[in-house]
């Protein structure tokens, strides 16, 4: 059974950065494409980031472009998601997912796509 634990949250200024993780407890990491998403109060779940299972590939949502980054590990088997530039906005659960295998690069955006889920961390920006 897949694991994910996400980590990392908390409550940030404006202008700041935060680094998300998500530790895996899989055995064959590098076969999944790994995925952040966010939801915040009274809104539906929506998609972040993601980086292939080849680590080869990055997408992300057009709200963060140029401000987040994923990155991976393969030997810790961990996904991280960079945040810089945080927005009030930005105030969310983040959630980090994995899908076995390789993920339609235009259903990366999917929530239905992926098949295990952390269980979120969450992410408080101040103005």
């Known amino acids: 059974q897949v694991q994910l634990v996400e980590s990392g949250g908390g409550l940030v200024q404006a202008g700041g950065s935060l680094r998300l993780s998500c530790a895996a407890s899989v055995r064959t990491f590098t076969s999944y494409t790994m995925g952040w998403f966010r939801q915040a109060p009274g809104k539906e779940r929506e998609f972040v980031a993601a980086?292939?299972?080849?680590?080869?590939?990055?997408y992300y949502a057009d709200s963060v472009k140029g401000r987040f980054t994923i990155s991976r590990d393969n030997a810790k088997k961990t996904v991280y998601l960079q945040m810089n530039s945080l927005k009030p906005e930005d105030t969310a659960v983040y959630y980090c997912?994995?899908?076995?295998?390789?993920?339609?690069?235009?259903?990366?955006?999917?929530?239905?796509?992926?098949?295990?889920w952390g269980q979120g961390t969450q992410v408080t920006v101040s103005s």
């Open positions: 980086l292939m299972w080849n680590g080869l590939s990055t």
């Open positions: 997912a994995a899908a076995d295998g390789g993920v339609t690069i235009g259903r990366l955006g999917r929530d239905y796509e992926y098949d295990y």
